[in-house]
């Protein structure tokens, strides 16, 4: 069963097909909570967008879009996608803060986009 961790997540975050003003839809209905649920398959994935492990493909996908993601505070994508980066940015930060602040350095170094995002987070979109 391919699992894909969408969000920031990236963050949702997910299967960028360059050149397409929104992201591809193709992972909107991966099962979030089993992979945030689960620390082997979580840290598979922040393994992989961290840059300190191997990638799937739908891994290298998402890696592809998250730093478009995290600067446009995911102009790019659907509805599904921002609701899915908002339960995995927000599940880092309460439950996996050091994975959080490696995301952030990785993806927002100079702290540029981090204010945006934080409010990203906190908004409720049905």
Request: aromatic share 10%.
């Amino acid at each position: 069963m391919r699992l894909t961790f969408v969000l920031l997540s990236s963050f949702v975050f997910s299967g960028l097909v360059l050149g397409m003003e929104n992201y591809t839809d193709a992972y909107d209905n991966v099962d979030l909570d089993a992979i945030l649920n689960s620390e082997r398959l979580l840290n598979q994935y922040m393994d992989c967008v961290l840059d300190r492990g191997s990638c799937t493909a739908d891994a290298r996908s998402l890696k592809r879009a998250l730093p478009e993601a995290v600067a446009t505070i995911c102009e790019k994508c659907n509805l599904k996608q921002r609701q899915a980066a908002r339960k995995i940015g927000n599940h880092l930060k309460e439950r996996r803060p050091e994975l959080w602040a490696e995301f952030l350095e990785k993806y927002d170094p100079n702290k540029e986009y981090i204010a945006n995002f934080e409010q990203f987070l906190t908004q409720v979109e049905e």
